[in-house]
C-alpha cells in the first residue's frame, strides 16, 4: 500500500484566496483525521471522521475552516478565504477504527499564505 | 485525555539505549499509553502502546509503572535515525467515539555519534 497520500504537497497562495487539501487514506481505513501542526500551537486534531461521518470537529479554528469526506477514499479540507495565520503544515491521518487503534500519517502539506 | 509530562530534550550516545521518561499521573483505568515520534519534516509514526504490562515490538520496548503514572520508552540501539520528537499520549480504545490523539510538545530526542 502506498500510505496516506496528500496533496499537494506545498502550496502556497495568497491572503484571501481559496485553498483545497486532499488526502486519500489507506484503503480499508474507517478513521481519517486533519492535524495542523505550527511551532506555536505545536500539532493539533482540527477534525475527525468515522465512517465518513464527521464526528468531532470542535478544533477547526473556525468557519472559514470546513471538511469533506464524500466516500471512504477521499476527503478535503477547505480554507476559505485563507489568511497568513493559516500558514502551518496539514497532516492527514487514517487508521482502523478498532485493532490498536494506530494512526498512519501522511507526509502533510505544507501551506504557505501571503 | 489524561495530561503527560515528558522532558524537553535529550541526548543520547550511538548505539546505547535511550530511555525517554513520561508522567501520567491522572490516568484512568480504561486509558492505554501511546508512543509517537516525529522525525523531522515528516507525519508522526506510531512506535507502541500498552496498558499496564510491559510491551516490546521491533522498535522498541514500553515499561509501565504499576500504579500506570508513568512510563518509560526504551530504544535499546539507538541509531541516528532515531533522532526525532517523541510523544507520549495517553487515550482510550474506544469502540466508535474518541479515538483521536492529542499531542503535546514532546521530547526531542537527540543522537550523538
Known amino acids: 500500500d502506498a500510505g496516506v497520500i496528500q496533496s499537494p504537497r506545498h502550496e502556497v497562495t495568497e491572503m484571501g484566496q481559496e485553498v483545497t487539501l486532499r488526502c486519500k487514506p489507506i484503503s480499508g481505513h474507517n478513521s481519517l483525521f486533519w492535524y495542523r501542526q505550527t511551532m506555536m500551537r505545536g500539532l493539533e486534531l482540527l477534525i475527525y471522521f468515522n465512517n465518513n461521518v464527521p464526528i468531532d470537529d470542535s478544533g477547526m479554528p473556525e468557519d472559514r475552516f470546513s471538511a469533506k469526506m464524500p466516500n471512504a477514499s477521499f476527503s478535503t479540507l477547505k480554507i476559505q478565504p485563507s489568511e497568513p495565520r493559516d500558514s502551518a503544515v496539514y497532516f492527514c491521518?487514517?487508521?482502523?477504527?478498532?485493532?490498536?487503534?494506530?494512526?498512519?500519517f501522511g507526509p502533510g502539506t505544507r501551506l504557505t499564505v501571503l | 485525555d489524561a495530561k503527560t509530562t515528558q522532558p524537553t530534550s535529550m541526548d543520547c550516545a550511538e548505539g546505547r539505549a535511550a530511555n525517554l521518561p513520561c508522567n501520567h499521573s491522572?490516568?484512568?483505568?480504561?486509558?492505554?499509553v501511546y508512543w509517537y515520534r516525529q522525525i523531522h519534516s515528516q507525519g508522526p509514526q506510531y512506535i507502541i502502546h500498552g496498558l499496564k504490562n510491559n510491551e516490546t515490538n521491533e522498535m522498541a520496548s514500553l515499561i509501565i509503572t504499576e500504579d500506570r503514572k508513568s512510563s518509560t520508552l526504551i530504544l535499546p540501539h539507538a541509531t541516528l535515525r532515531d533522532t526525532a520528537v517523541y510523544y507520549c499520549i495517553v487515550r482510550v480504545l474506544s469502540n466508535f467515539g474518541n479515538e483521536k490523539l492529542t499531542f503535546g510538545t514532546g521530547t526531542r530526542l537527540t543522537i550523538i555519534p
Open positions: 491521518a487514517s487508521s482502523f477504527g478498532r485493532a490498536n487503534n494506530e494512526q498512519f
Open positions: 491522572t490516568i484512568s483505568g480504561n486509558e492505554y
